[in-house]
């Protein structure tokens, strides 16, 4: 079992950067993968970024290579997520997720185990 907690979002005018956090618990965290992925309003669930369980390894949907970055604090059982750069389209629910069987970074909503309750990032014109 594993329970997640996102934290950090909020509203932030365009241009402007959150970091949102993922605090796990329950099971050794740096044996698995983490993702983020992310949900507007009336559309589906989409992948943000991934990393692996060492985070020597990670994946980016192509709307935020460049401006966003995952990273974790294994340590601290913790994933981040710096978004910089932010436009109105990145205005979603943002939820992370751990694979807990895989080490590598995926981009499959599938075959991730557990989900957190999910964050909420508004950004403004």
């Known amino acids: 079992q594993v329970q997640l907690v996102e934290s950090g979002g909020g509203l932030v005018q365009a241009g402007g950067s959150l970091r949102l956090s993922c605090a796990a618990s329950?099971?050794?965290?740096?044996?698995?993968?983490m993702g983020w992925f992310r949900q507007g309003l009336g559309k589906e669930r989409e992948f943000v970024s991934a990393i692996s369980w060492r985070g020597d390894s990670t994946k980016y949907a192509d709307s935020v290579k460049g401006r966003f970055t995952i990273s974790r604090d294994n340590a601290k059982n913790t994933v981040y997520l710096q978004m910089n750069s932010l436009t109105p389209e990145a205005t979603a629910v943002y939820y992370c997720?751990?694979?807990?069987?895989?080490?590598?970074?995926?981009?499959?909503?599938?075959?991730?185990?557990?989900w957190g309750q999910g964050t909420q990032v508004t950004v403004s014109s």
């Open positions: 997720a751990a694979d807990l069987f895989g080490a590598r970074p995926a981009r499959t909503p599938s075959v991730y185990d557990y």
């Open positions: 329950g099971r050794t965290f740096s044996s698995y993968a």
